[in-house]
């Protein structure tokens, strides 16, 4: 940066305040290149950010949100945020192991309340503050800052609902920015759509911008200056219908790259006591013309480069996620009852190429899982085979749901769940270890997870020729050679594979931690000791007969999974093997910590910190034999290690 550079002058909020509206200006223009060179560099969430520039600067100038409460909704879009508040020295090591995290997290800053990731959230959470602050009587004022078209999520209208009954301050910011993570669906996106094209939005526009300035800034007067300003917006197709119903003033729209305008709105409204909706229209990709074209591809990247002839996303192997859907455009070349849907996620699950091939059977929920889900259960129960992609962790959402509506009714809704275990630099938020839990207890459920791309299509095969329901968990990673040369053996319910044979120890590994297990049987052959590796296939219904062989074996037993050790695979193996009498203390279960959640970073970082890459099976398997009793090794000659 050059010496009249601004940003390496702002520590904190507070160094926001003595800055001109100019200065503002070019200070946005400062972050907004801050983002663009870590995001290229490391990967991370663009387009959003650079969306939100002069808003984040706007509140930290006119609040002071070490005292008042700032709640962001879809947390990805806080880069801004992290740099304004004593962070940007910090920045480049943001979703890095010992880094910052790409989502608000209150272990980094006081101006983090929540780590948040999940969208639909902070409206409600900001009535529990309002209320608790109420309750106190200490004064605090409530921001909401809702973008990506979180505001379309269920939740946010529960939130919106309760908001409405306070008599107190409470600000909803409505980031209007025409996207969502991918295109936004729906009535109420096409409804603000129809109203940000019209000729009535510039009207109110200019309306807002002329007058506002104007209104009293405290008590009673600038409530009813707004309740005045509002009436000239009545019988129209103003937002202001929806809102105002809902027990909101609503304000706006404003175009929300005015940062000396939206100061003035914000002082002007900070201190009135009732709910506000502020409604402020952005650009996402703002400052990168690559990313305003293609706001969806720049979501969350993967480093980049910016050439002359255009932007060049880092490439890498093919996918799960790839596979998968590869998977479901060849199985819907035969089978016209499949249709696709996702929850505001076509590019993360791959969906958006099954969209170009089949349009007519794909459907985008929008930020609402549990809907998505319902909507998939309508469709089978009309005759239609629904495959349901989500991430594990937004699944989670949709608990009832999948219960209630779809294994309930005994519906053959497939679920296929992506980001499932270790998910690298999203960290905790998104980490999908609970799905084998949750899901594992639902009569009728079958759990399955591919050990490579080609298992993808045959796990994918075998879900579809059910009558029940049944979910499919792959990570975000590249996908595997294939386990055995050759083609891939299809899919036998409740019927494992195994892998490799060994006479010493039996890792019994689940989806993707067959190919550590893999590895971590030629480390041990350097040891003198076989390992039989089984590719388990099923967390339910669990291969009875490979469990037995397992423990029948004589030497120990180790399970792996990317999950919980609380009710995922291992679990199920222990189980198993108490009903089958087998002796469960030769059992070793490998899977995330229990009870601390895993922290962003790479991948590669995550697995070996968790005992789950190849070295850290390795080393089960070696500890597992010491701690073997001598006489178990007496008693069997064959398990006893060839050192």
């Known amino acids: 940066m050059s010496d009249s550079a601004l940003l390496p002058n702002i520590k904190s909020p507070a160094d926001l305040r003595p800055l001109s509206v100019e200065q ?41 949100f070490k005292q008042d409460y700032l709640l962001w909704d ?21 979703r890095k192991t010992g880094g910052l995290s790409g989502f608000p997290a209150p272990s980094e800053s006081e101006y983090d309340l929540f780590n948040v990731g999940h969208a639909g959230t902070a409206i409600a959470t900001a009535v529990g503050m ?19 078209a979180s505001i379309v999520n269920g939740v946010a209208f529960e939130g919106l609902n309760q908001a409405g009954t306070l008599r107190r301050q409470l600000m909803v910011i409505l980031n209007d920015n025409a996207m969502s993570i991918s295109s936004p669906q ?13 000729k009535l939005y510039e009207d109110l526009k ?3 911008k002329k007058y506002l300035p104007q209104v009293p800034l405290l008590g009673k007067p600038t409530f009813e200056a707004l309740d005045h300003l509002k009436e000239g917006f009545k019988a129209t197709v103003s937002p202001h219908q929806i ?19 939206l100061i003035e709105l914000l002082d002007g409204l900070k201190d009135v006591d009732h709910p506000i909706l502020l409604h402020v229209h952005t650009e996402k990709g703002r400052g990168a013309d690559f990313a305003t074209a293609e706001p969806t591809r720049f979501h969350s990247p993967k480093p980049f480069k910016i050439e002359r002839k255009g932007v060049q996303i880092e490439s890498g192997a093919p996918s799960y996620t790839s596979a998968f859907a590869d998977a479901a455009i060849e199985l819907a070349k035969d089978n016209d009852k499949i ?73 053959p809704v497939v679920f296929c769940m992506d980001r499932a275990g270790l998910v690298g630099g999203d960290g905790a938020v998104h980490h999908g270890f609970l799905d084998i839990a949750y899901l594992r207890g639902m009569p009728n459920m079958v759990l399955m997870a591919p050990g490579d791309g080609g298992e993808i299509i045959e796990s994918l095969r075998l879900a579809l020729s059910l009558d029940v329901p049944s979910a499919i968990r792959y990570p975000r990673d590249s996908v595997p050679a294939p386990l055995i040369n050759g083609k891939t053996r299809p899919f036998e319910l409740g019927k494992s594979l ?34 039989c590796v089984v590719n388990a296939r099923f967390a339910k219904p669990v291969d009875e007969e490979m469990v037995r062989a397992a423990f029948e074996r004589g030497g120990p037993v180790i399970t792996a999974e990317e999950h919980s050790p609380y009710g995922g695979f291992g679990t199920a193996i222990l189980e198993t093997a108490q009903k089958l009498q087998l002796p469960t203390q030769r059992l070793t279960r490998l899977a995330l910590p229990g009870d601390e959640f895993v922290a962003h970073g790479s991948r590669a970082h995550q697995l070996a910190q968790c005992g789950l890459d190849a070295k850290g099976m390795a080393e089960a398997v070696r500890r597992a034999l010491d701690e073997m009793p001598a006489a178990e090794y007496e008693a069997d000659e064959s398990v006893r290690p060839a050192i």
Not at 74 to 94: C, M, S
Not at 130 to 148: F, I, M, T
């Open 24 to 64: 503002l200006d070019q200070l946005a223009g400062e972050v907004r290149q801050r983002i663009i060179n870590v995001v290229s560099a490391s990967g991370g969430h663009l387009a959003s950010n650079l969306g939100v520039v002069e808003l984040t600067m706007a509140l930290h100038r006119v609040f002071d």
């Open 74 to 94: 879809v947390g990805h879009q806080a880069y801004v945020h992290k740099i304004l508040t004593g962070r940007n020295d910090r920045f480049e090591t943001i």
């Open 130 to 148: 309002a209320r608790g602050s109420q309750a106190q009587q200490d004064g605090r004022r409530v921001v909401a800052v809702v973008g990506d």
């Open 186 to 198: 729906g009535g109420m996106a096409e409804y603000l759509a129809k109203f940000r094209t019209s």
């Open 206 to 208: 200019k309306s807002v």
């Open 243 to 261: 809102f105002e119903q809902l027990g909101f003033v609503y304000v706006g729209p404003t175009d929300g790259h005015d940062v000396g305008h």
């Open 339 to 411: 249709i696709a849907l996702t929850a505001a996620m076509p590019d993360g699950t791959g969906l958006s190429k099954f969209e170009k091939v089949y349009p007519d059977r794909y459907l985008d929920g929008g930020i609402a899982e549990s809907g998505t889900v319902d909507i998939a259960a309508g469709m089978c129960k009309t005759g239609m085979r629904p495959v349901v992609a989500i991430y594990s962790t937004f699944l989670q959402r949709a608990f009832d749901q999948v219960f209630q509506e779809v294994a309930l009714q005994k519906l």
């Open 498 to 531: 195994t892998l490799r044979a060994g006479r010493d120890a039996t890792i019994l590994a689940y989806g993707s931690s067959c190919i550590h297990a893999l590895e971590a049987a030629r480390y041990l052959v350097e040891d003198g000791i076989e390992t």
